[in-house]
Each structure stands twice: as C-alpha cells, then as structure tokens.
C-alpha cells in the first residue's frame, strides 16, 4: 500500500427532515449567502426549508448558477459577497452549486486573478469563506471532498482545483429532497458515482485490500440499484443508498493509499467544455474505450474486477476482459445514456479540437502511470466514435 494522508473534516447530516438542523450548523451571528442554481430548489420546497432553518440570521440569496457553473456567473456573488460583507455561504443543490460556492469561498479574499486558482489548480489558494452544503442530487461526491469543477464560457474551458480550505464544514443529505429529480440526472448520478469508484479502483493492483472491496462493494450496490432507482422516484431506501453511495465513492476513503487514474475525467471535461455534453454523459463515452485501449497496463485489476463485480469466470483472461468492458458499455446503456461519440451528433471532426485542449491545459501525461501520452487520448477519442 502506497504511503498516504487522509483528512476530511466535513459533518455529515443525513436523513429526512435534516434540513432543518442546518439552525445548529450555522453560526448563529453569520451573515448568509444561500448560493443556488435554476428554479428547481424553489420548486420543490427545498429553499423554503433551508429558509426557515436560518430563521432571524442575516440571509441574503444568489441563483442562476448553471449546471457546469461559469466563472463568469461566480464572481458576480464574489461581488456581491464583497459588498455587503457576508461571511457564510450555503450551497443548495447539485455538484454545480456545491462546486461554484467552493471557487466563491476562495475567490472572495484571493488576491489577483482569481481564474489562477482554476490555473494553479489550487495551489495558489490560502484560505476560504466557510461554508456548508444542502444536497439535492447525488453524482459527484462535491458534498464531501475538497475538489471543483469551474467552466469558463468566455474562453470554453472546464478546469478543476482542490484545496483542504474548500471542504464544506457540513452537507445535508435528505433522500426526499433528490425525488424531483429528472431521470436523466439520477442516471448521470449512477454514472458519475460509478466511474468516481473506477478512476480509484481499475489501476494496478496495489494491495489495498480494504480500499479493492470497499470499492466492488461500491460498485456492486450501484449495479444492483441502477435501474430501480430510476423506475421509481420515490422508493426512500433507494434514494439514501445512492446518495450515501455517491458521497462514499469520492471523499477520499477509497482512494487513500492505491493509485489513481483520472484519465476519463480530463477527457470527459474537455468533451463538455466543447461541446457541452453532461459531465457522467462524457464518462460513459471515455470509460469503456479508455478500459479498451490500456487494457494491458490494467490488466490485473481488469480480471479482479471481472471476477468479483461481474462474476465472470469463464474463459480465457482476454475472454473474461472483453466481457467486463462489455457490461461496463452495457450497464451505462441500461440506464439510458449512449456510450458512443456517434449518439451525441459526434464523430472524427471533434477529436482533434479536444486534443487541442488536452495539450493546452497540460494533460499530456495522465493516469495511473502517467502514461495517457496524447497520442493515447486520441486512441481512446477513436475507441468512442
Ligand atoms: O439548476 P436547477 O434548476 O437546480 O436544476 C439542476 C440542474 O439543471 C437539476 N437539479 C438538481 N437537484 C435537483 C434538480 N432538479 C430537480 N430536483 C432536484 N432535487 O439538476 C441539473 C444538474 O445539476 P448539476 O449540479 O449540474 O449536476 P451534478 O451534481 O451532476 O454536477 C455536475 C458538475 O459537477 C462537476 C461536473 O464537472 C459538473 O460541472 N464535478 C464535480 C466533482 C467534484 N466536485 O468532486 C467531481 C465530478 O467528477 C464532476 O467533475
Ligand atoms: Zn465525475
């Protein structure tokens, strides 16, 4: 096992009727910045919750922040946060608007450009406005990690930083409040969550025994609640298994002391900044030609996977690994998401714009070996036409 560090200080408040603990979370003295994306927490009463929980404090609300949120649109609430001086932010909503408070929390008091923290990737980030959360979908793991994803739509770039300042102090996690969601985003939910737990997992074995089955146990539960969470809406169990699942595959526990790729997610970025393509969409495009193409350097841990997720046996090794990449393709596909360059009105035109992008934001060595050359992002881009 490789050495490792392991901090994650966010509270996690799950359950229903959670919201309204928020009241025990939130200094009572702040001044609020309730951050939130389009109509859908007003809608479906969340705001309204959220609102009653922060009773007499000093509350003030910034919305429209867009799902892939623009730098654009954030500095706008940094301004607004300068202006009257407000000193907690709340997020409500989805990875988007967790995201966008994180960059708004450290761009508040950042000095210079504050598109370097997208540029350093967070390395140039020394403190942030506290901050909590209220999750309304489960996908990307925002609630509990220190990560963000940042678009630029002047410049159509998708960058992400990480800082230990932007972790949220705590997350609200109420299954009830995902049961507006439409199916497409519970179905990007189940694939974002299941490609967070391959970047971590399908690399070389490393002998992080605890992290490999705490990861297929990860995976398995997706597998097994995939499509009946997307045939009824309202079923709580099913919805606090993935939301639970969703925050467990990206706050840090199974990554800890094991390799990591990321591959997929760099490609996939670029794929949404250019063509604007949802996040898990990309992924399910990227992940079973990028399984394809360094099949031999991931070898070991495709048979492992093949083994214990999919209960394939049978057959040659090379048998048994086409077969594990085909139920990848096909478990995307069974919760409805195309899994081809093709289905989304795309072909070999796109490919070297993304290269493009690739190699102007340094993405030329990646993955678990630091081996994903250019030159092999272009083979995956045409391993998913
Ligand atoms: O804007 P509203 O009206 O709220 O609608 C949103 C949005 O259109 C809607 N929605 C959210 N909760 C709802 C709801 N609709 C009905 N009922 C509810 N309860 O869902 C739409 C999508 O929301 P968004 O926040 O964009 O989705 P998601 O949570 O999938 O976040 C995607 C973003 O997270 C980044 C992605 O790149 C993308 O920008 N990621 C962040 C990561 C991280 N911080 O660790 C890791 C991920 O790999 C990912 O890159
Ligand atoms: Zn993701």
Do not use: C
Not at 65 to 84: F, K, Q
Not at 111 to 127: K, P, Q, Y
Not at 377 to 382: A, G, I, K, M
């Amino acid at each position: 096992m490789q050495n490792f560090e392991f901090y994650n200080p966010t509270r996690i408040l799950f359950g229903k009727g959670t919201i309204a603990q928020l009241a025990d979370h939130v200094p009572a003295e702040a001044r609020v910045l309730v951050l939130y994306g389009g109509a859908s927490a007003e809608k479906n009463g969340t705001l309204a919750e959220v609102r009653a929980a922060l009773g007499a404090r000093t509350v003030r609300e910034f919305g429209g922040i867009e799902a892939n949120p623009t730098y654009e649109t954030l500095m706008r609430a940094v301004a607004a946060i300068r202006a009257e001086g407000l000193d907690f932010l709340l997020a409500v909503g989805g990875g988007s608007v967790i995201d966008g408070t994180k960059f708004v929390a450290a761009a508040v008091n950042h000095e210079g450009d504050a598109w370097d923290i997208l540029r350093t990737h967070g390395a140039d980030v020394t403190g942030a406005l506290p901050f909590g959360s209220v999750l309304t979908l489960p996908a990307t793991g925002s609630e509990m990690n220190s990560f963000s994803v940042i678009s630029r739509a002047e410049t159509k770039e998708k960058l992400a930083f990480g800082s230990p300042y932007v972790f949220p102090r705590f997350s609200v996690l109420d299954p009830e409040k995902t049961y507006t969601l439409p199916v497409r985003q519970v179905a990007n939910g189940v694939a974002d969550a299941f490609t967070h737990i391959m970047e971590q997992y399908l690399t070389y074995p490393a002998g992080g025994m605890a992290q490999d089955r705490f990861a297929e146990g990860l995976l398995l539960s997706l597998i097994e609640i995939g499509p009946k969470v997307l045939a009824d809406p309202h079923d709580y169990d099913l919805r606090a298994n993935l939301m639970w699942i969703a925050t467990l595959a990206l706050n840090g526990l199974i990554g800890a002391g094991v390799p990591q790729d990321w591959a997929t997610h760099m490609i996939g970025h670029e794929l949404t900044a250019r063509h604007d393509i949802d996040h898990a969409r990309t992924l399910a495009i990227v992940l079973p030609a990028m399984l394809r193409v360094r099949r031999e350097a991931k070898r070991g841990k495709l048979l492992q996977y093949a083994e214990r997720v999919w209960n394939l046996r049978e057959g040659t090794e090379d048998e048994r690994i086409d077969a594990a990449i085909a139920r990848t393709r096909a478990f995307f596909e069974s919760l409805d998401i195309p899994t081809r360059l093709s289905a989304y009105g795309l072909g070999t035109e796109t490919i070297d714009g993304v290269i493009g992008q690739l190699e102007q934001h340094g993405m030329t060595a990646l993955g678990e070996h630091q081996d994903v050359t250019l030159d092999v992002s272009r083979r995956v881009l045409e391993a998913s036409l």
